[in-house]
């Protein structure tokens, strides 16, 4: 069974950073690259990072330079770090394989005020 469960979300002031964590189900953790998504209100989910199972990292240029994501393989967990945050990072934030799988956690609010 597929299980995502992530954590972390919160309000942060402009130029703040937090830290999103997820737990992933062995069973796709294992196999699969995984990445952060988040979806803003109104918006289509976009992926915002990705690592590889060897450890190589994928950002949009819209993130680059201030997310961070790494993963812990003996705890299957994937972690999202975010510095220099902005209002246009206001979004839920969700973990997935990339590509995704139809499973989803629940996610986790991030809220950046100007």
């Known amino acids: 069974q597929v299980q995502l469960e992530e954590s972390g979300g919160g309000l942060v002031q402009a130029g703040g950073s937090l830290r999103l964590s997820c737990v992933a189900s062995?069973?796709?953790?294992?196999?699969?690259?995984m990445g952060w998504y988040r979806q803003a209100l109104g918006k289509q989910r976009e992926l915002v990072a990705t690592?590889?199972?060897?450890?190589?990292?994928i950002y949009p240029d819209s993130v680059k330079g201030r997310f961070t994501i790494s993963r812990d393989n003996a705890k299957n967990t994937v972690s999202l770090q975010m510095n220099s945050l902005r209002p246009e990072d206001t979004a839920v934030y969700y973990c997935?394989?990339?590509?995704?799988?139809?499973?989803w956690g629940q996610g986790t609010q991030v809220t950046v005020s100007s």
């Open positions: 690592v590889a199972k060897g450890g190589n990292t």
């Open positions: 997935n394989a990339v590509p995704p799988t139809n499973s």
């Open positions: 062995e069973i796709i953790y294992r196999i699969h690259a």
